[in-house]
């Protein structure tokens, strides 16, 4: 297909693809797909080859937030039943941190519920990044707080933070729509704080909000703008007692078509399948390797995932390998900035599901690859804020 010839010749170069090649790839039928994935593939192999990077999330302080991102289960008036705690301390979160470096994570994601920091809460997580530091050499921390006030990106920086983490989640036209309490530009501006202080940028988005194909290509045009080092391609996990519980849009083929077009659009950059993996992608989930270089090992934020052992098959049977911390993730031209990093489950909140998901799988016959899975959204009962052993 002379698209897909068109978008590798580009990736390879790091050139951005017309808005109209974008989208077309969004376009593109099932009978094509594997077409695609090969061809995003190659752009993904000449820049990271085989290595996946594992990234762990902590959540450092989950539920009751002020805010009202309709996608979170974490959101101001959720009648979710997740997990709510507030600030882990800082060697409770160095030891649900080693749990999943002791998996295979070489970056630690410490997110925290919330509109921003205040400065005591960037205190607290100073505290938290040096304990993480001092027992676990060679690690890598994000933080993903929230909006963030001047200076406190430098403190953050200046306590040991690789990166941080502020998603833009969807394009600029729709965010009222989902958000009403901040708006995108607020995100953009800690963004950009983000960089500013010399951390590693992260910023993606959240797929399956009802977006139109057009909104998609819109975000993504934008990260590329802001030019993060790691892009966190969040499917939406519709969380009952959220207002976005009904919205079951995507298909294992639809997640991998944008998986593919982020590709495409930023080519050198971490792309990682973050909150959703499991419960869009399900088996599909492997293919999708071809495409990002980077996931979350185990749970999310409020959900479950799959087993962490069960990731690690998963990457070897496909032929990856887990990058180790002596591999430097980004490309050379971008390895100044830093490493590329956290989202989970996408920014503050949204997350998967899993390990439940063969109880009950199927009474009626096969399932059509649009039908929705609310028996896949497990809320997270174990790890971080729980007396029971993380999944790592
Ligand atoms: S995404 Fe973050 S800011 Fe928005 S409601 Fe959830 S925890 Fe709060």
Known sequence: MDLLNTLVDKGLRRETPTR???????????DDLLDVVAAAGRVRRHWFGRRVKLN?????????CPEDCSYCSQRLGSKADILKYTWLKPDEASKAAAAGLAGGAKR??????????????????????????????????????????????ERLRAAGADAYNHNLNTSESTYG????THTYADRVDTVQKAHAAGLSACSGLIAGMGESDEDLVDVVFSLRELDPDSVPVNFLIPFEGTPLAKEWHLTPQRCLRILAMV?????????????????????????????????????????????G???????????????????????????GGGCGSHGGGGVCGSAPAGEDSCAGADEEGARRADEPRPDLVAVRRRGAGTDLAPNA
């Not at 109209?20 to 099932?30: H, K, M, R």
């Not at 050499?137 to 707080?145: I, K, N, T």
């Not at 729509?177 to 009403?180: L, M, P, R, S, V």
């Not at 071809?290 to 959900?303: M, P, R, V, W």
């Open 108 to 153: 630690v994601c410490l997110v925290a519920s919330g509109r921003g920091p205040t400065d005591r809460d960037v205190d607290r997580v100073s505290d938290t990044i040096k304990a993480i530091k001092e027992q676990n050499e060679g690690v890598e921390v994000c933080a993903c707080l929230g909006l963030l006030s001047d200076g406190q990106a």
């Open 177 to 180: 729509d989902i958000t009403t």
């Open 20 to 30: 109209g090649e974008a989208l077309a790839v969004l376009a593109t039928s099932d």
């Open 309 to 335: 052992r069960a990731d690690l098959e998963m990457i070897a049977d496909a032929g990856f390998e887990v990058e180790g911390t002596d591999q430097v993730t980004l490309p050379e031209h971008r390895a």
């Open 263 to 307: 590709r495409f659009v930023c080519p050198d950059v971490e792309v990682r399948i973050a909150g959703g993996r499991e419960v869009h992608l399900r088996t599909m989930q492997p293919l999708a390797l071809h495409l990002a270089n980077s996931i979350f090992l185990g749970d999310y934020l409020t959900s479950e995932g799959q087993a």
């Open 56 to 64: 762990y999330l902590v959540n450092l302080k989950s539920g009751l």
